[in-house]
């Protein structure tokens, strides 16, 4: 499998896995999105935050070029908007980086400081979402939600594809 086709590949699981945790996050009460859970970013909707801001981040940065400067207001009371532009950021990723060739995917290029090839940084990206939704998943049950948590790993997703 072509270095190319590896990251799309990816990139899209990283859109698959996060709209089945939209979808799910979409039928639950939204105040326990807010609820703080001792957790890294506190709340499941500054984890979300934290996960939107971080695609961005990257996306600009994969599109434009070095960033001097990145920094995303946190948004009050905003859950759905956040979801929302999850998985709109999820799809410019997709859009932004699988257009990248193989001698671009294996270019090294300097992120404040270290020096990867763009793929390494793409599988970051990917395994970056891929810690956080199990994170969300973690904080949901701590606060007591349990019923019907969608699977989100790789494997299923490779099995999706296969058979839908």
Not at 40 to 51: E, K
Not at 107 to 135: A, C, F, M, P, W
Request: hydrophobic share 40%; glycine share 4%.
């Amino acid at each position: 499998m072509h270095l190319q086709n590896l990251t799309t590949r990816f990139i899209r699981y990283n859109l698959w896995a996060n709209e089945r945790l939209a979808s799910w996050l979409m039928t639950v009460d939204r105040n326990i999105l807010y609820e703080k859970t001792g957790s890294s970013f506190g709340t499941i909707d500054r984890t979300l935050q934290h996960m939107l801001s971080a695609q961005i981040y990257w996306l600009t940065l994969f599109t434009k070029g070095q960033i001097t400067e990145f920094s995303q207001p946190i948004r009050e009371n905003a859950v759905d908007q956040i979801i929302a532009d999850l998985i709109i950021s999820s799809q410019q990723l997709i859009d932004g980086l699988s257009v990248l060739n193989e001698q671009q995917l294996t270019e090294r290029i300097k992120v404040s400081d270290s020096t990867q090839s763009r793929y390494e940084y793409i599988l970051h990206i990917v395994n970056h979402g891929s810690y956080h939704r199990g994170q969300v998943v973690t904080m949901c049950r701590a606060l007591g939600i349990t019923g019907e948590i969608p699977v989100t790993d790789y494997d299923a997703y490779l099995w999706w594809i296969e058979n839908m």
